[in-house]
């Protein structure tokens, strides 16, 4: 029977006193089993801690496997220090002063090479909040920067200079391409017919339609009698034309003709029902056709 023992430093530990990690294995070579001193205890890892400083693991585990302490937080920031690139031309000052402006920590880093941009994070418009990101010309630029600066006293501040991360430039949303709308001019409308109305006698529950305006005079307000009716495709719109020729609304027979602004974009246009606008006059009157 062979004892195994492995002393680690202890980073449990909050005392200053040195202290140690003892694991302990009994391993039977011939019989392949393990034994632990304390038969009573059936789990796999028990911790035994004594008024020495040293702490007792008895462990009950395979031959060949390992034992590690480290914490999770302490992982990730190693990880992520290992990953994280740095910039090769983009400084971060701090300790900067309060009152220092854009030009003052330009003119600072100039003596040095060409500066690109300063940016300082700011409190509020009077006062920075210590923080300076200065994009020097060129890596040597941006090093002989560093070495120079590091520690200069600037203003009655010692400033700490070192490299930053890339800006991270900010990437417009994509373009969405508008929907076109083609617009029939319908004439002959009933005075006591709204826009809602005329949507659900020209959709028929097809959905086709985009939207349906009745334009009004203004001052006073009251019904022109025509409006304008959208469609999603000229196929639709051109059906529509035939379709509604003539064909009896509320008591009138409708006029129905191709829009002079017959093709635009559906903002331009009117919405759906609960959002369109009954038009004024002044905004049509241009497209009235007889």
Known sequence: MAILRTTLPCPTQLSSTKHHVIITNSFDFDKKKHYSPDPFFSSSLRLSVTHTPTLII???????????????SEQQVTTQEQTEELSTTRLLAQNVPWSSTTEDVRSLFEKYGKVLHVELSMYNKNRNRGLAFVEMGSPEEASEALNSLQSYEFDGRIINIQYAKPKKEKIPPPVERKPITYNLFVANFPYEARSKDVKEFFDSGTGKVVSAEVIFHENPRRPSGYGFVSYKSKKEADEALAE????????????VAPSK?????????????????????????ADKTD
Request: proline residues 2%; hydrophobic residues 30%.
């Open 244 to 255: 509604f020729q003539g064909k009896n609304f509320m008591g009138r027979p409708l006029r």
């Open 58 to 72: 008895t462990t009950k585990q395979h031959f060949n496997s390992t034992l590690r302490f480290a914490s999770t």
């Open 261 to 285: 602004r017959f093709v635009q974009l559906a903002e331009e246009s009117a919405g759906s029902e609960d959002t369109s606008s009954e038009l004024s006059v002044n905004e049509a009157e």
